[in-house]
Nanobody, 116 residues
Framework: EVQLVGSGGGSVQPGGSTRLSCATT????????MYWVRQAPGKGPEWISGISSGGEITNYADSVKGRFTISRDNTKNTMYLHMSTLKSEDTAVYYC?????????WGQGTQVTVSS
């Protein structure tokens, strides 16, 4: 069974930092490109970052560039998103997504709320 289990986040003050994790099982994580997608209240999904299967290539949406860092540990089948200098507009449910030749998989979502 494929599982992507997100954790971390929670409530954070503006300007603060937090880290999301996405622990995976059931598919070939080291062969999958991985992504973070978020959905803010009342808005559509927004792709925010991606990392290649080996971790050599990373990409970011302009809205998070310079503040968020994506990474992965292929020995632990886990992806991370380090989020810093958080703003109220970063409040959203964050989803991890894995894609490889044989599938496209999604986590259950992790809430991040940025508020004073």
């Amino acid at each position: 069974e494929v599982q992507l289990v997100g954790s971390g986040g929670g409530s954070v003050q503006p300007g603060g930092s937090t880290r999301l994790s996405c622990a995976t099982t059931g598919f070939s994580f080291r062969r999958a490109d991985m992504y973070w997608v978020r959905q803010a209240p009342g808005k559509g999904p927004e792709w925010i970052s991606g990392i290649s299967s080996g971790g050599e290539i990373t990409n970011y949406a302009d809205s998070v560039k310079g503040r968020f860092t994506i990474s992965r540990d292929n020995t632990k089948n886990t992806m991370y998103l380090h989020m810093s200098t958080l703003k109220s507009e970063d409040t959203a449910v964050y989803y991890c997504n894995g894609r490889w030749a044989w599938g496209d998989y999604w986590g259950q979502g992790t809430q991040v709320t940025v508020s004073s």
